[in-house]
Structures are given as structure tokens and as C-alpha cells.
């Protein structure tokens, strides 16, 4: 790019500087996660160059293959470059080799330690239905047709990080606590309410506060603070029940704020909505919207290295970077458009119901959204 003259705090310049010397960190981790993660990268090489952007890559070791070359899930390479990194993109980790491995050995501890130590307390997970996925929906048309929900869940806090934890000494029970403070509930409620005033101004919290005391306070806290966004509706709903209407009438939800293991079940379901888990993008935000970006799904074991997993999550992924972290709108919904440009040509996955005559291995998706887009 041409060298700027600009004074440093005009206008042009900094647009200029935003655009450049991103750094982006890709962690591939385990089964399927190297290969979706080789489709969302060649969609950001692709933006990239077209745009120019500026951003470099770099790659990183991470869950069980890290374990294999250095003995632990996070290494302390990968823990640095994530720290220093504008954008993470995290592909999946785990697979059976490692089930048996101690608990702090095992590669979701990678996850959970990136989650906690870049303090990405605010995990959002979108479930759109594109139209043309009408058909691979769990539910009937009608119920999911237009469907996009929000979840945001609560993610560095919760029965997931809570203390005390283990196992007792005689090795017959085992404890885990379900911890909220006032502070967590409250960034992430505020979090959620933003988020509800920049779309349809509706907020439903889920919680358990019919027999849990973390919950109570859960609900006290969103409910005080929503006096602060007048604009927003609040409602309150018991998880049981948020996963039952989530299967009945999805569409009644516009977003959904709740905490760690309940919002980790939630967006399960909403995943299977839209026709696959494979579909399911996410962004993971620290209060300086710093992000890690991950498909939902995990590393499928059973379907990896066979071209059968689903990129489209991960390439969705991408976009949420361009977007939250790099401000960058329109190249972000460039990648959407590209994605549902082929999906409307009939080109499928395999995880998706239909059209059988024109099924798309991993990296034929990645090309045909890349051939979209240029
Ligand atoms: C997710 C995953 C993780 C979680 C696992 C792999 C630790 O299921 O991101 O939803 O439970 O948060
Ligand atoms: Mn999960």
C-alpha cells in the first residue's frame, strides 16, 4: 500500500492503520479441526489480498497434538502468541487417544485455559437459518423458517472454573461448584442488553432460579441493571423450560443471556435448528472485544480426515472476526453472502439433509465460498 502522508490523527489514517499489521493467530487443534480451519483460512487469505488488509497468520499447537509434541494441551508458545494475537481462530480439540489422560492433560483444558486467561468472559453464538437450509432443520419450516437467535453465554465463570472441585479423598463422590459474584453477572448482563438494544430490543435470562441460590442472584443482578436499558424488554425464563420452547417455538427468542453450563447446552440445541452443528460460528469476547473464534461443533473424531466435515462454521467464524474484532462490516458480510450464494445453488455438506446431487467435500465448500467471494 502506498505510504500515507496523513497526519497520524486524521481520519484516513486510521483507517488505514486499522486495516494493517493485524495479527491472527490459528490454533487447529485435533480430528476436524485442522481441516475446517485450512477452508476458514483460505477465506481469509482470500479477503485478505483482495481487500488488503494486512493481516498476517500465524499457527499454533493446541489440544491433543500439542500434548503429543510438548507434553501439555497449552503450551506455553501457544498461551504467548495467543496473548499477543489481534484475532484467534481456534479450530476443535480432543479425540479418544486422550479420554484417559488426567484432567489437566486433557486437550479441553487448552480451551477452557485460552477462555480464562484471555478473560473471554463473553461467548456469543448466533443460530441463523439460512433459507435455503429449510429442510435440513430438526423442526418444520414453518417453526424455524427466519430464525435468528442470539445466545450469549457466560463463559470464563460458572460451575465450569467454580472452586472447590475434585474428588474426595476416598474417591466415592465427587464435587463441583456452581459460583456466580455479582461483578460477572453484571458485565455479561450488560453485555447482553448492548447486544438486545443493536437488535429486535428483547432480552430473555435463562437461569435455575426455582432451586439454585447462584441463580437467584443471577436474576436480581439482570434485573437491577436493567434499569439501565429501558428500551429492552426483560424476561426470565427456567432452563428446563428455555430448552423445551427452544424445541417448540424457537422463534419466540431474539437473545438469550445465560450462564456456562446451561448456555453449553442451550446453543446445542439451537445449533440443530439450523439445520447442523456444523453450522454454528462463535465469538468469544474479552471487555476490549479481543476475540477467539470457533465453529461450535467439536473435533468429530469418527468423521475426521474422510472430507466430510462441514467448513461453514468455521468460515462463519471468520466473519464474526472481521467483525467484532476488526470493525471490518462489510468484508465480514461479504463472507455471509458468499456462503449462502452457494448454499442457494444446491451445494451441500454432508451433515446437510438435501439436494443429494450435489454434495461438497470439506475443501470443495471451502473453494466454492472462495469462488463466491472473489
Ligand atoms: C463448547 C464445548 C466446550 C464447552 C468443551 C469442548 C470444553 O462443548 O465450546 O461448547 O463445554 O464449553
Ligand atoms: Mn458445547
Redesign the pocket.
Request: proline residues 4%; hydrophobic residues 30%.
Given at each position: 500500500p502506498p505510504r500515507s502522508t496523513l497526519s497520524s490523527s486524521s481520519a484516513a489514517s486510521d483507517v488505514y492503520k486499522r486495516q494493517t499489521n493485524k495479527q491472527v493467530l490459528i490454533l487447529p487443534g485435533d480430528g476436524i479441526g485442522p481441516e475446517v480451519c485450512n477452508e476458514a483460512e483460505k477465506v481469509l487469505n482470500c479477503v485478505n489480498s483482495s481487500h488488503n488488509l494486512g493481516i498476517s497468520i500465524e499457527k499454533s499447537g493446541v489440544g491433543g497434538v500439542a500434548y503429543e509434541e510438548f507434553g501439555k494441551p497449552l503450551p506455553v508458545v501457544t498461551l504467548k502468541a495467543a496473548k499477543v494475537a489481534d484475532g484467534i481462530f481456534f479450530g476443535?480439540?480432543?479425540g479418544p487417544e486422550w479420554d484417559n489422560l488426567d484432567y489437566n492433560l486433557r486437550?479441553?483444558r487448552a480451551?477452557?485455559g485460552l477462555?480464562s486467561e484471555l478473560d473471554l468472559f463473553a461467548?456469543l453464538?448466533p443460530a441463523i437459518l439460512s433459507k435455503y437450509l429449510c429442510d435440513s432443520s430438526s423442526l418444520k419450516t414453518e417453526k424455524v423458517e427466519d430464525l435468528d437467535l442470539l445466545i450469549i453465554?457466560e463463559?470464563t465463570g460458572g460451575i465450569?472454573f467454580g472452586e472447590p472441585r475434585g474428588t474426595s479423598d476416598s474417591g466415592d463422590s465427587a464435587f463441583n461448584t456452581m459460583i456466580y459474584s455479582k461483578k460477572e453477572i453484571e458485565r455479561i448482563g450488560r453485555v447482553a442488553f448492548e447486544t438486545a438494544q443493536k437488535r429486535n430490543k428483547t432480552l430473555c435470562s435463562v437461569d435455575k432460579a426455582n432451586v439454585l441460590e447462584v441463580s437467584v442472584l443471577w436474576r436480581e443482578v439482570i434485573t437491577d441493571i436493567s434499569k439501565d436499558y429501558p428500551d429492552v424488554e426483560l424476561s426470565h425464563m427456567l432452563v428446563d423450560n428455555a430448552a423445551m420452547q427452544l424445541v417448540k417455538d424457537p422463534k419466540q427468542f431474539d437473545v438469550v443471556v445465560t450462564g456456562?453450563?446451561f448456555?453449553?447446552i442451550l446453543?446445542?440445541i439451537a445449533a440443530m435448528l439450523t439445520g447442523s452443528i456444523g453450522m454454528l460460528p462463535?465469538a468469544s469476547l474479552n471487555s476490549k472485544n479481543k476475540g477467539m473464534y470457533?465453529p461450535?461443533h467439536?473435533s468429530a473424531p469418527d468423521i475426521s480426515g474422510k472430507g466430510l466435515a462441514n467448513p461453514i462454521a468455521a468460515i462463519l467464524s471468520v466473519a464474526m472476526m472481521l467483525k467484532y474484532s476488526f470493525d471490518l462490516n462489510e468484508v465480514s458480510s461479504s463472507i455471509e453472502n458468499s456462503i449462502q450464494g452457494v448454499l442457494s445453488e444446491g451445494y451441500r455438506t454432508y451433515d446437510l439433509e438435501g439436494a443429494l446431487e450435489k454434495k461438497l467435500s470439506t475443501s470443495e465448500m471451502g473453494n466454492k465460498i472462495v469462488e463466491k467471494l472473489k
Open positions: 476443535a480439540v480432543g486437550p479441553e480451551l477452557l477462555r461467548n453464538r453465554r463463559l465450569y456456562n453450563l448456555g453449553d446453543s446445542d462463535s470457533e461450535v467439536g
